[in-house]
């Protein structure tokens, strides 16, 4: 799949600061980090979790605990394709009930992948709120979800998609918004 990158939606400096908001945001919704976990969707939404918990235990000098989580089995797609899916490992090494779990990802969209990550969280148990916090939200919802943290909203075009590269995974930190052509 070709594409042509049409803007820079953040840099280095600029994902850092956004990393740095959000766990601010988070630490005053929350009221401190009692009772906080942080849990990040394979793959990029991982890292951007491990980030913020690093920033909060930063601030609030305590341990947050961390969790990964991969919702390949919760999809409602997975079934649409007739290869398997790669799985990947979800390790959540920590009890969610009674929890305010903060659930990352890169990138919303359509918010399927959040109901498939809500739907595998239930599975671990009772978590007394799980709240969404996103790098980016493009729009385009075919789903009511809503991210209760937001690094950034920007508007989009069917044909254009959001490309999170993260240093961990990619070798840099930025953000691109580019158009697909298919």
């Known amino acids: 799949m070709n594409f042509k990158t049409r803007s820079q939606l953040m840099d280095e400096?600029?994902?850092?600061?956004?990393?740095?908001?959000l766990a601010h945001e988070i630490i005053e919704r929350?009221?401190?980090?009692e009772n906080i976990a942080?849990?990040?969707?394979r793959t990029r939404?991982?890292?951007?979790?491990?980030?913020?918990?690093k920033k909060?235990?930063?601030?609030?000098?305590?341990?947050?605990?961390?969790?990964?989580?991969d919702t390949?089995?919760?999809?409602?797609?997975?079934?649409?394709?007739?290869?398997?899916?790669?799985?990947?490992?979800?390790?959540i090494p920590f009890s969610v009930d009674d929890k305010i779990l903060?659930?990352?990802?890169?990138?919303?969209?359509?918010?399927?992948?959040?109901?498939?990550?809500?739907?595998?969280?239930?599975?671990?148990?009772?978590?007394?709120a799980i709240q969404l916090a996103v790098l980016i939200d493009r729009g385009h919802r075919e789903l009511p979800i809503k991210a209760d943290y937001i690094g950034k909203s920007v508007p989009t075009a069917k044909n254009e998609e959001v490309r999170v590269q993260m240093r961990e995974v990619d070798g840099r930190d930025e953000i691109l918004l580019v158009e697909v052509a298919e």
């Open 102 to 128: 903060i659930l990352v990802d890169d990138v919303i969209y359509t918010g399927r992948t959040i109901r498939a990550a809500m739907d595998a969280l239930m599975d671990f148990g009772r978590p007394s």
């Open 56 to 69: 909060i235990e930063e601030v609030e000098n305590t341990t947050v605990p961390v969790g990964v989580l």
């Open 30 to 33: 929350c009221k401190g980090t």
């Open 45 to 53: 939404g991982e890292f951007v979790a491990r980030r913020i918990a």
């Open 13 to 21: 400096t600029a994902l850092k600061r956004t990393i740095t908001r």
């Open 72 to 91: 390949v089995m919760y999809r409602d797609d997975f079934r649409r394709t007739k290869a398997l899916p790669a799985m990947e490992i979800t390790d």
């Open 38 to 41: 942080v849990i990040g969707i």
